[in-house]
């Protein structure tokens, strides 16, 4: 039974083949196939870049390549009111056909042969869309090729897709193409605000361009709406009410401005998202409008100073989104560069980087926040820093140095920790100039001696705020939910416990960078921050967070010139402080907490001596509490003073070795480092000092604990005049204990001094040795060579 079936098929189908008219039918199906193949529909429109905020408000429009204002509008912007008119009035059939409408091409052939002449068209939407893609004379033959062509679009587009192509598309006169351009630039408003009498309105338009302008014949247009209107009333296609209110709503349009907001973020999304028509920044409308006008405004008073430029970063410290961006006070301002984006211009960053200095120093256990360093005049290998205001305030807590951002303390943290780990952690959190001049940087760097941009000073405080992680900062909606920021891994770069005690330090606000008119005012909010001012007063830097938001504020001229009046405290922190005045003002998010980690990484409380911040030993009557990270912080018994054997009327002192069987006293002195010591007795401030050794002992202090040497660099090469050679200086650092140094030349006794004393010679060329000795027979060496010039 199957075979004959079989048989009968293969019969039919070798008929088929036979026909020529399948053949016919199959040879016109190949070439429409080629055709459709090697001549697809042109539907890559240049179309204007919108740049969308992140509630989908327009900020900025470009024009497209052609010079054309051609918005796309997007699906969901084509509403059902306006869907519904377009077809009425277009195409009533849309949905219906195969890209043409038969019924209605004979219809309009019978009308133009019964008239002599071209009466009417009867192109559907489809055949609209192909003659604004591809322009031809209007004729039968290019009637055809559209029919052609229509047929194609149809094939490889849907309904709703055509729809919205023709909508981007139709000409509204002048360089304005697509209904959402003519809805922003005549209505200041986006389609799926707009009113039926609107919609009518820019529906009429494209058949008339040249006649019905708006702004110039609003009374013709009102009358050619309300005739559509009342078609529509006819027709029942919109209730009674909403009819009669288009038709008495009063038409008052005229042509725009593009939006131009947030000019430099724009620019910057355009060049790195080339050729996609709208994308969607992380902005918040209100907040930008706000940071402008602040931003403006500021720059505006401080003109008068000689200031003329800032730069403004608000980041979301959950989500990691920019919800502001100001590259300049004025973009539109071009005799001070106003186009130039401050947020990703490179600049010295002062101070602002040491935050990151000291939780890595927390995190590597070498101080706590009331850990005693040392803020004196000291030399690091020819390296000799000064404080902002040339004073020095000797010994103090960590937690004060960083508060009031004292340099020796901080370039001595540096020394400790290391410029190639620093500037390691800094090339994790991604500062790509600081990776370039990796080779070049020093001590300096912590002061100020390194390019940065706002961006990245930004991040990394955003950073601190997330418990020492940082993200990269999102400039734009993340198209895949699998991107959303929160899901990002980030790069740690301090422990939670670190970040946390750097956001407490930063929380103080009894500091010497505190504004001007601040203090005690309900004016300054409830914020961690740190200023920063580059060498020469150059750059004005200001950055702070709360749980909320991190601030990034950048003061200065773009064109390098340095102003006398400039600072961190004084012209940055005040704007800082109006931004989150006005942005987050009586913030209900609360503040940071101690953060819970491991036991081994947990900060904790402990009673500490105030004057070394160790724990308190023998002579530390009165301790008091300081944060430590439980198996981190260093665990040393504080030395601030030492156990010392004198005679009865303390002019004298003992060593073990000569100390007398009766009539010694032990008695307690400072136990200050060389440095301290040094700077008490160059300030004369009074301290007590050991008393000198028994002179008639004979033994020899022994160890390498020798005076430092500090006016010369080690294994460095010097040029002298050799008609007119200049003298050098030789100087030291000795225990508070030594009352005699000598100095010593090529191993030959050159002169004695006192520890303070400064001691000058006239070299010669060749290698020179270099000794300093002190009255217990220690001492250091150290090489350098003389030449002449």
Request: charged share 20%; glycine share 8%.
């Amino acid at each position: 039974m199957q075979g004959p079936i079989l048989g009968n098929v293969r019969g039919i189908i070798n008929r088929m083949w036979k026909s020529r008219v399948v053949k016919t039918l199959i040879g016109i199906g190949l070439i429409g196939f080629a055709l459709d193949f090697f001549f697809p529909v042109p539907t890559n429109v240049p179309y204007s870049t919108l740049i969308a905020a992140r509630d989908g408000s327009i900020l900025h429009a470009f024009l497209s390549r052609d010079d054309k204002w051609r918005m796309y509008a997007e699906l969901d912007e084509i509403t059902p009111t306006l869907r519904d008119a377009i077809l009425f009035k277009e195409d009533k059939y849309f949905r219906y056909h195969l890209g043409f409408n038969p019924v209605a091409m004979l219809r309009a052939t019978f009308r133009n042969l019964l008239k002599g002449r071209r009466t009417s068209g009867a192109s559907t939407i489809t055949m609209q869309t192909v003659r604004l893609l591809e322009p031809r004379e209007r004729t039968y033959g290019s009637k055809f090729i559209e029919l052609l062509r229509a047929i194609q679009l149809e094939l490889h587009y849907s309904k709703d897709e055509i729809l919205q192509l023709y909508l981007n598309l139709i000409p509204y006169g002048s360089n304005i193409e697509g209904l959402k351009s003519a809805s922003l630039l005549y209505f200041g408003k986006p389609p799926v605000l707009l009113s039926l009498a609107e919609i009518t309105t820019l529906t009429i338009i494209p058949n008339r361009p040249s006649s019905l302008r708006l702004g110039e014949r609003n009374a013709l247009v009102v009358q050619e709406r309300n005739r559509w209107l009342t078609r529509f009333r006819t027709a029942n296609l919109f209730n009674e009410t909403t009819i009669t209110d288009a038709i008495d709503e009063p038409l008052t349009v005229r042509r725009r401005a593009a939006p131009q907001l947030a000019p430099h973020l724009s620019r910057r999304l355009r060049a790195s998202f080339p050729g996609e028509p709208v994308i969607h920044a992380t902005l918040r409308p209100a907040v930008q409008a706000t940071a402008e006008r602040i931003v403006q405004n500021y720059a505006n008073r401080i003109r008068a100073l000689g200031v003329h430029n800032a730069a403004v970063l608000v980041v979301d410290n959950q989500t990691q989104e920019v919800v502001s961006y100001v590259g300049s006070a004025n973009f539109n301002d071009v005799y001070d560069g106003g186009q130039v984006d401050g947020v990703r211009a490179v600049r010295s960053p002062g101070s602002a980087l040491k935050p990151l200095l000291y939780g890595l120093a927390f995190d590597a256990g070498f101080i706590t926040p009331k850990t005693k360093l040392a803020d004196v005049p000291t030399n690091f290998a020819g390296y000799e820093p000064d404080n902002y205001d040339r004073r020095f305030n000797g010994p103090v807590t960590a937690e004060f140095a960083l508060g009031n951002s004292l340099n020796l303390p901080a370039v001595a943290l540096l020394h400790e920790i290391g410029v190639t780990p620093f500037i390691a952690t800094l090339r994790r959190a991604s500062f790509s100039t600081i990776k370039k001049q990796a080779k070049g940087l020093g001590l300096s760097m912590i002061l100020g001696g390194c390019g940065v941009t706002l961006e990245e000073m930004t991040r990394l405080y955003v950073g601190f705020a997330n418990n020492g992680e940082v993200k990269p900062l999102q400039f734009r909606m993340a198209v895949d939910a699998t991107l959303s920021p929160k899901k990002q891994t980030g790069v740690p770069i301090l422990s939670p416990a670190a970040a946390y005690l750097v956001t407490y330090t930063l929380t103080q606000i009894t500091r010497p960078d505190l504004p001007n008119n601040f203090d005690n005012s309900y004016h300054l909010p409830r914020i961690a921050w740190k200023t920063g001012t580059s060498y020469g007063r150059r750059d004005a830097w200001s950055i702070g967070y709360n749980q909320r938001y991190t601030i990034g504020v950048w003061v200065g001229n773009f064109s390098g010139a340095g102003v006398a009046e400039l600072s961190g405290a004084n012209t940055a922190t005040p704007l800082l402080f109006q931004l989150f005045n006005a942005l987050d003002d009586n913030s209900s998010n609360g503040w940071f907490r101690n953060p819970k980690g491991s036991a081994a990484l947990q900060l904790s409380s402990r009673l500490i001596c105030p004057e070394t911040g160790d724990i308190p030993g023998e002579f530390c009557p009165n301790p008091v509490t300081d944060y430590f990270i439980m198996g981190v912080s260093r665990y040393r018994r504080c030395q601030h003073r030492k156990a010392v054997f004198t005679n009865a009327a303390g002019t004298i002192s003992y060593c073990a070795h000569c100390r007398p069987d009766s009539g010694s006293v032990r008695r307690s002195y400072p136990n200050l480092a060389p440095e301290v010591a040094a700077f008490y007795q160059s300030s004369h401030v009074p301290f007590e000092r050991i008393p000198p050794h028994n002179p008639v002992c004979e033994r020899i202090f022994g160890g390498s604990e020798g005076p430092l040497i500090t006016s010369l660099n080690e294994g460095s090469e010097y040029f002298i005049n050799p008609k007119q050679p200049a003298e050098m200086e030789l100087g030291c650092q000795a225990a508070n204990d030594v009352q005699e140094v000598y100095w010593y030349l090529n191993d030959k006794l050159y002169r004695k001094a006192l520890p303070t004393q400064t001691v000058f010679f006239r070299p010669r060329p060749g290698r020179l040795k270099i000794s300093c000795a002190d009255d217990k027979g220690r001492h250091s060496d150290m090489h350098v060579v003389v030449k002449n010039e």
